[in-house]
């Protein structure tokens, strides 16, 4: 963790940002105790998390917006003390990285130790709840997020349209009305799924840093158009 703190060098000091600038709280998705998913060789969604999530930040605050991370030591309470935690946000992003259901998975041995993997679904994915109360900036910010994930040549996966309905479809955008933290959410709210990490070479490119510093730059380029964007 100190390693990776270190290693993406996050401002933590006073920021230049207007103290009016749109302030969106950067959720680090699971926690210490239940790091979610485990990877094709044996890596926590919660550190792929971590290192996207400081990303995102840095690119917010480099457009002059500014970003304060959710859950950063892995420790918080529950899923409603997340949108809880910055209660002043005009926008709520949850970081996550996506897998897939436990059918779908075979083995393989990596490194001397037995793995589950599945190379079926890549790309990445996102929610907004329509019991959020602004759905329609939560979708637009999926929206323009999406825009400029795919015309940075990110491709969105379909694998979550087996279950969610889109509320974009070209963007990957979909309704998961039930997830607490954007229904508990004050303010517009989405959850981004930032590709499979149970699929071998998509985890690798989900690692690579100038790969996470391209895809936080497409987030933080979304979140400003949708955020600076008269209501
Ligand atoms: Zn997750």
Redesign the pocket.
């Known amino acids: 963790m100190a390693a990776l703190l270190t290693s993406v060098r996050v401002v933590t000091t006073a920021s230049a940002a207007d103290a009016r600038a749109p302030l969106i709280a950067v959720d680090i998705?699971?926690t210490v105790s239940a790091p979610?998913?485990i990877s094709a060789r044996g890596r926590t969604?919660r550190e792929f998390n971590l290192e996207l999530a400081l990303r995102v930040v840095q690119a917010l605050r480099d457009r002059g917006l500014r970003a304060r991370l959710v859950n950063a030591d892995g420790m918080i309470a529950s899923l409603e003390a997340r949108p809880a935690a910055v209660p002043d946000a005009d926008f709520f992003l949850s970081i996550?990285?996506d897998s897939v259901s436990e059918w779908e998975l075979e083995t393989w041995v990596w490194q001397g130790h037995e793995q589950t993997f599945s190379d079926r679904w890549q790309g990445h994915s996102m929610f907004v709840s329509r019991r959020n109360p602004d759905l329609a900036r939560s979708l637009l910010c999926g929206s323009t997020i999406g825009a400029r994930m795919q015309r940075m040549g990110f491709v969105p996966t379909e694998k979550n349209a087996r279950r969610r309905d889109y509320a974009d479809s070209l963007h990957a955008v979909h309704f998961f009305d039930n997830l607490i933290v954007l229904y508990r959410a004050q303010q517009p709210a989405l959850l981004f799924e930032a590709g499979v990490i149970k699929h071998r070479d998509e985890e690798l490119l989900l690692r690579d840093p100038e790969r996470q510093t391209r895809m936080a730059d497409a987030i933080a380029t979304g979140l400003a158009a949708c955020l600076t964007t008269p209501g």
């Open positions: 998705g699971h979610g998913a969604e996550h990285h």
